[in-house]
């Protein structure tokens, strides 16, 4: 009998959501507005203003959705450029071409996998000297590790050039003791079925001034002008969240933060499992500033002198036990779509794309199934 699947990362629901669902159907709120959204608006903005920053939450249809908006509201038109980390997933990148802009891809540095601030400057000065300033700067928290902020941060104030935070994987992450959503200029948020919490699909984006939502909202619902009839003097969407979905994020938001203890203990599951095995590293927060979510857990394998094992050995053996695991993202400036777009770096991205590979890591794994890939790790070994 084959066992069941194990997956890298599926929905875990808290059992409230259903409640907040129902009172969206009692009051007839089917519709993207009502009392979920704004509530699920105020219980994100409760969970990231902790330390009373301004910052005002547009709920959304999706990650995607808020970070076009973001480039939007950051003034992106036809033939201007954006800086974009190429160790990512395609959602960061793609609204830039949406946008009719052009996306300049920045490699990783080693210890958090994300933007390097040495080739970002690189970048920014060559960008310069051929005669265009970048319009912003796409930065991600990568499986949910905080990009290195304060570098980052610097460089962009330097040039003057906004920050979008794609913290689409990093809910519940922070970098000295802030929390990550709220380090961009501005921010964004996914709650697709695969992140760590979701509302079946969903965004949101993070702004700084009552303003700045005040726009987004406006965009995301067909830019209406006030009216009584239906008067556009600019080009809207229909990028707003629905009211149910709404309610399973609301649901959602009361177990965040067990949903980041158990993908943190995941993490611990791995580690004392991989520091037994020379081949391989885990990959890991470099200092205390840095708190991870950990939405996914990842290794580095570097084949063994036999070239016995190897990323894809370990991959096929857990499939083999029905249990998934994925190699990290592949890097954009790698992707057909991407080949014209400029590129600098210089091979961090393209040798994690090479030895890396994501492990299960789901908050509603249970002990049997961390057993199953225990032995199904140890056995390759
Ligand atoms: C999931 C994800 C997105 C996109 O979010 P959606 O809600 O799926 O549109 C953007 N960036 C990164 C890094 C992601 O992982």
């Known amino acids: ?181 709220t380090f961009g200029d501005l921010s964004i948020l996914s709650f697709n079925g695969n992140k760590i919490i979701t509302t079946s699909g969903g965004g949101a984006l993070i702004t700084h001034t009552k303003a700045q939502k005040e726009k987004a909202v406006f965009l995301a619902t067909q830019a209406r002008d006030a009216a009584p009839h239906y008067q556009h003097s600019e080009i809207g969407y229909n990028y707003r969240m629905s009211n149910v979905a709404a309610g399973i994020g609301r649901g959602q938001m009361e177990v965040l933060d067990t949903h980041v203890a158990k993908r943190r203990e995941n993490h611990k599951f791995y580690k004392k499992i991989f520091d037994n095995y020379n081949e391989v590293c885990i990959f890991s927060e470099p200092n205390e500033r840095f708190f991870s979510n950990h939405w996914l857990s990842c290794v580095q394998i570097t084949p063994n002198q036999t070239k016995t094992i190897c990323r894809e050995t370990l991959r096929l053996a857990l499939e083999k036990e029905h249990i998934e695991s994925r190699p990290l993202w592949k890097p954009m400036h790698l992707q057909p779509v991407f080949k014209y777009a400029p590129y600098y770096g210089d091979q961090v991205s393209e040798g994690l794309f090479n030895l890396g590979l994501c492990l299960p890591s789901g908050s509603n794994l249970t002990t049997t199934d961390l057993e199953r890939i225990k032995i199904a790790i140890d056995s390759i070994f």
Request: a negative charge.
């Open 1 to 181: 009998m084959k066992q069941p699947k194990i997956y890298l990362s599926s929905p875990h629901m808290g059992g409230s959501e259903l409640n907040y669902v129902h009172e969206a159907f009692d009051t007839n709120w089917i519709a993207p507005l009502g009392p979920n959204v704004t509530g699920f608006e105020d219980a994100i903005q409760d969970y990231l203003n902790k330390e009373n920053r301004n910052l005002e939450v547009a709920a959304l249809s999706s990650g995607t959705a808020a970070l076009h908006l973001a480039l939007i509201l950051s003034g992106v038109e036809r033939g201007d450029e954006v800086l974009c980390q190429s160790m990512t997933f395609s959602a960061s990148a793609n609204p830039i071409v949406y946008q009719g802009a052009t996306p300049i891809f920045i490699d990783s540095e080693p210890e958090t996998w994300n933007l390097s601030p040495e080739h970002l400057e690189r970048a920014i000065k060559d960008r310069l000297q051929k005669g265009k300033k970048p319009k912003a700067i796409v930065a991600v928290h990568l499986y949910g590790m905080p990009y290195k902020v304060d570098e980052v941060r610097e460089i962009a104030n330097r040039y003057d050039i906004p920050i979008i935070e794609d913290s689409a994987e990093a809910l519940g992450s922070s970098y000295d003791s802030q929390k990550c959503g």
